[in-house]
């Protein structure tokens, strides 16, 4: 049995590169709060609670901030145009941030914070649909919106239901789209390599989801909101009904493989993403985006062998210290992958 614990870190991978890009993440903060202002300060209060909530609950970086800077890092347009199409995207993303909140946890409304969502997606979409206006990737950005908004539909409406597991791995991938309405911005922008700039986007898309759910299992749980991950991990409701607590969740999810098939998920989107972006081809190549993704995708691999040796029918078998030693390893090795979209 392979019990040995990791020590190649003790944190999350995501807060190394959130650190990476913390100068121009605060920047752009600053830059769009400082813009709605302009129509109301009070409404921009509101909109930056949205993301202080936010910040307070997650384990890492919130991947929604990162990526315009992760993805802007192996291209070389204008800082101007960078800035803005990150406050937009930014503008964007708090209002779907607080959109789901409102859907998947059924939490009390604030009216405030409810008007500043409509600000923030008016402030975005104005932002990035002027880059790509009558440019090829205006359909990009078009299709995004709407796909978002269809398959968001479709998980408030099935996301209590634990039937039809291609239709949530499909539904979960699809509400979260709406980046490549950041990316088709990017891709106007930087016409040449608009190509690897949408193919990242859609295989990082995958990665991040699939990590996203891996990292709020609990809380999706909790919710009522039953993901791939733990629809796949029970055969009825009853099953469901049965567990009391994390640890029994995260047993469930261990013995029954769903985290491991997830894991082994992730793995293979994040060869596809990096395979991607190897590829591609610059003077100024890339490296603190190759480097953290071949980091990610060690410690993925290392906890894909990790489950396939001491999960499924081969940890029913063993006696309960040996058990509760692999679920604290677990708990670590996904908290040292946690990811906040």
């Not at 759910?213 to 009825?236: E, G, P, R």
Request: charged share 25%.
């Amino acid at each position: 049995m392979n019990l040995v614990k990791s020590k190649s870190h003790l944190f999350p991978i995501s807060l190394e590169l959130f650190g990476t890009f913390k100068k121009e993440i605060t920047n752009t903060r600053t830059v769009l709060f400082r813009d709605l202002k302009l129509s109301s300060k009070e409404l921009s209060n509101a909109a930056e609670s949205i993301l202080v909530k936010k910040i307070s609950e997650s384990k890492g970086c919130l991947w929604g901030e990162v990526y315009p800077w992760l993805i802007s890092d192996f291209l070389e347009i204008p800082d101007q145009k960078k800035e803005t199409i990150a406050k937009g995207w930014l503008a964007i993303y708090l209002h779907t941030i607080y959109i789901d909140k409102c859907l998947d946890e059924n939490g009390k409304i604030f009216k405030n914070e409810l008007l500043a969502s409509s600000l923030l997606a008016k402030y975005g979409l104005i932002n990035l649909y002027g880059i790509v206006k009558d440019t090829k990737y205006e359909n990009i950005f078009n299709q995004s919106i709407d796909s978002s908004a269809n398959y968001e539909l479709s998980d408030l409406l099935n996301q209590n239901s634990i039937e039809n597991l291609q239709l949530k791995e499909e539904t979960a991938i699809g509400k979260n789209r709406i980046i490549l309405a950041c990316a088709g911005a990017f891709a106007a922008v930087d016409t040449k390599n608009s190509k690897y700039i949408i193919e990242f986007t859609n295989s990082l898309l995958l990665t991040l989801q699939y990590l996203d759910d891996v990292t709020d299992n609990y809380i999706d749980f909790k919710n009522n909101n039953y993901t791939y991950l733990l629809a796949s991990a029970v055969s009825n409701q009853e099953s469901f009904n049965k567990i009391q607590s994390e640890n029994e969740l995260l047993e469930k999810l261990v013995s029954s493989d769903a985290l491991l098939n997830t894991i082994s998920k992730i793995h293979s989107s994040l060869l596809k993403t990096i395979s991607i972006l190897s590829s591609f081809r610059k003077k100024r190549f890339s490296i603190t985006t190759l480097s953290y993704l071949n980091l990610l995708n060690k410690s993925v691999y290392d906890f894909k062998i990790y489950l396939s040796e001491n999960g499924g029918s081969k940890y029913d078998r063993l006696p309960k210290k040996l058990k509760q030693a692999i679920l604290k390893d677990v708990q670590k090795k996904i908290y040292i992958l946690s990811v906040t979209t």
